[in-house]
């Protein structure tokens, strides 16, 4: 045992143990997500997809303050730093409670939206809110500062405890499983901020960065936001409106249809975790940032490859094992939708490349083709596979403009060195 530790600690980089939590974490995602749809059947799971959606939603727009402290946990240091990670809390805290309030405030709105059986569900999220926003400052502050073991440690705490909760209430409680649902994702919340950095929070003491700072910062936080939300469209547009459109049996078809198609896209989520300050880092110290985007983009294009080409293979075989056999209906989409989501995926880490080098263009352009993907759907919703055809042709379409801006700012690069060496 003592040789094994000893290996994991000579041989392991930090970087690749972070891969492994994540790695770890995903499949306690997924095993909850699978288990759920097994349990519950299409019906059932229609309206926990609405709660697991809502809860990537939530992640994402937290993930705005995630991402800002974990960039700027890297350039600020001392007094700046501390002073800034205090201001940061503040605000995500008043704006996780805002939004708190807002969707328990209109939880009755929700349920008639999206035809659940419960507007309690709606409340119990609302009143977890604050508690996410919290704990994604926390991750930010580790993911920026390269603590990637106190970063994973928090994603683990988030996993298992929803993941046991759940489960165990399902199994001893006799009550509307989207309660239950609702009730261990608020509980994973809490426990989601173990371990927390108690030096950094604080909500009075006062600070004001100066002029160039708070501009930068603003900027940062401004295209970070923007490109979050369309992150929440491409990613969770479709499961909400199929919702909408459809009836609860087919919405969980899609949800589960979704679920697996979506694995490329977690996976590439663990290398845009280690991007950003890696990105970042580099250009402070002046040194070449595009061989860790040709990795990344490299890795992405194999995964998703691999992904695509086994569910066109055996969709029937997959369908069975992950959800079983009330879900077969859905297996001839299952490359596709595997197919829209790798692809965006790879455009994915573009965008992602250029928000750490604050440019911004890519940002806009995933947020146009996230808006196309909405008006897409609900013009054309006829069937469950009309609606995956037209989220393939708005991601080729993406992934072709942000091709296309790469090799246009990188010829340009290189122009202006050959210019600057002569």
């Not at 173990?194 to 100066?210: E, G, H, Q």
């Not at 249809?257 to 290398?271: D, K, S």
């Not at 790798?342 to 080098?357: D, H, R, V």
């Amino acid at each position: 045992m003592q040789e094994v530790i000893r290996f994991v600690k000579n041989k392991i980089k930090p970087e690749q143990l972070f891969m492994l939590s994540v790695l770890l974490v995903n499949g306690g995602n997924y095993i909850y997500n699978l288990v759920l749809g097994r349990v519950l059947g299409p019906e059932k799971f229609a309206d926990a997809a609405i709660l697991i959606t809502f809860l990537l939603v939530l992640s994402f727009v937290a993930m705005t303050f995630q991402l800002v402290t974990a960039k700027f946990s890297v350039l600020f240091e001392d007094s700046i730093f501390s002073g800034f990670i205090s201001k940061i809390y503040k605000n995500a805290l008043f704006t996780g409670i805002l939004l708190g309030i807002a969707i328990i405030v209109f939880s009755t709105q929700l349920q008639h939206f999206f035809k659940t059986t419960s507007s309690t569900m709606f409340v119990i999220f609302g009143f977890g809110v604050p508690f996410y926003f919290l704990m994604s400052v926390n991750r930010g502050v580790f993911q920026g500062k390269q603590e990637l073991k106190s970063l994973s440690v928090t994603y683990q705490s988030e996993m298992i405890s929803r993941l046991l909760l759940t489960f165990a209430l399902l199994y001893f409680l006799d009550v509307d499983s989207s309660l239950i649902i609702a009730i261990g994702i608020f509980c994973s919340f809490v426990f989601g901020l173990i371990p927390f950095r108690t030096s950094n929070f604080t909500l009075f003491k006062p600070f004001v960065l100066d002029a160039d700072n708070k501009k930068l910062v603003k900027n940062f936080f401004i295209i970070t936001a923007f490109y979050e939300l369309t992150q929440i469209i491409i990613n969770n547009s479709d499961i909400l409106l199929v919702k909408h459109y459809f009836e609860s049996y087919e919405a969980g078809l899609y949800a589960s249809l979704a679920l697996i198609g979506r694995v490329v896209y977690f996976i590439a989520w663990m290398f845009v975790m280690l991007l950003l300050p890696t990105v970042v880092q580099l250009k402070k110290e002046g040194k070449d940032t595009l061989p860790i985007l040709l990795k990344y983009v490299a890795y992405i294009g194999v995964i998703a490859a691999t992904i695509v080409i086994s569910c066109f293979l055996f969709p029937n075989e997959i369908i069975k094992i992950l959800f079983g056999s009330e879900y077969l209906s859905v297996a001839p989409l299952l490359w596709k939708y595997a197919s829209a989501t790798g692809i965006f995926a790879i455009s994915n880490i573009f965008a992602y490349y250029y928000l750490s080098l604050d440019k911004y263009v890519p940002v806009v352009l995933s947020g146009i083709f996230g808006m196309l993907q909405i008006v897409l759907v609900v013009l054309f919703h006829e069937t469950l596979e009309q609606v995956v055809h037209v989220q393939i042709i708005a991601m080729v379409m993406l992934l072709i403009v942000q091709l296309s801006f790469f090799f246009f700012k990188d010829s340009k690069t290189k122009v202006t060195i050959k210019e600057t060496a002569e």
